[in-house]
Structures are given as C-alpha cells and as structure tokens.
C-alpha cells in the first residue's frame, strides 16, 4: 500500500492534524527506546524478553501511519538511522528488514526526499576516507595523522618531480 493512501490527514493547504497528535512519533519513541534497551541488555532471558518486546515495537512502528508530514520525515529520518545502524544483523530481521527498507523508500519517494548516495573517497595510497557528511568525531590518533602526513608528502614529491622532469626535458 502507499503512503498517499495512508495519509489521510493531508491537505494542500498544509497539514491539519497538529504535531503532537502524530502516533508515528510515539512509535519512534517506543522503538528508540526499546533498541537502547537491546543493546545493553544481558545475555540470557532479559536479552529474549527485550528482543521480543523490540520486535513488537518495530511492528507497531512499521504499521503506525503517518497523520502529518512532520511525522513523515521523522520516520523516514527514523529508519534510515535504524537500517544504517542494524545493517550487519539485516538478516535476523525477517521480513520486517524489507518492510522498512520499502517504508522508507516509499515515503521518500512520496515527499520528494530522495537517499543521497555518498561514495567514499580513495586516497592513491589505496586508503578509502569515508564520505564527509558521514564521518563521526573520533579521538586524535597519531598513526592517522603520521599516515595523513605520508601522503602530502607523497603527492609533493610526485609534483616536484614532474616539475624537475618538464625542466630537463625542456633544456634539451
């Protein structure tokens, strides 16, 4: 089913339902909190019982519509951090992974929101720098900044000796 259809709230002239009466925000805070939940519980039968209790809360999540296009982006914004951040346990997932890979897909398409796809730069040493809007602060580490350093010099020693080469060449 679309999203167009499961917006019933909307109207050209704006959204007429107020922001706080969206239930899909109740359903991201339910779901935020029992993923925070997840991951620190322990192993054993606290794990299962807050896994179970995070399931139900990803389908109350998924089956939430949306009344206003605030809640909208906020799904979408919502599960594309939860996709990015669950990507490597995709699998234990089922089909509520493609349930909310369509979601988001379809309100994204539905409000014009389009995923920006990022590739991550290349060094010529080989070293791939993830894309700048992704990166994450991290605390200052001297092999990073050695490595940073080898290759300025790198590419200062190619320009140089291009520029050595083009002279000599040019005096013959």
Known sequence: ?????????L?????????????VLAAIERHSEAWAVVQVAR?????????VEMQAALTALLG????????????????????????????AYGDAWAVARAREADLSKFLGVERIERRPLVLPSGCMLAPVAELRPAPARTDSVLATAGEALSA?????GGACLTGF???L
């Open 169 to 171: 060449a040019s005096l």
């Open 64 to 91: 939430t519509a949306c009344a206003t296009r605030a809640g909208a982006f906020c799904l979408i914004q919502h599960l594309r951090w939860w996709l990015a951040e669950e990507a490597p346990n995709a699998g």
């Open 43 to 51: 192993p054993g039968t606290d794990s299962e019982r807050v896994d």
């Open 11 to 23: 109207a050209a002239d704006g959204d007429r339902v107020p922001f706080h009466a969206d239930s």
């Open 1 to 9: 089913m679309t999203h167009a259809l499961m917006l019933p709230a």
């Open 156 to 160: 200062l020693i190619i320009v140089a």
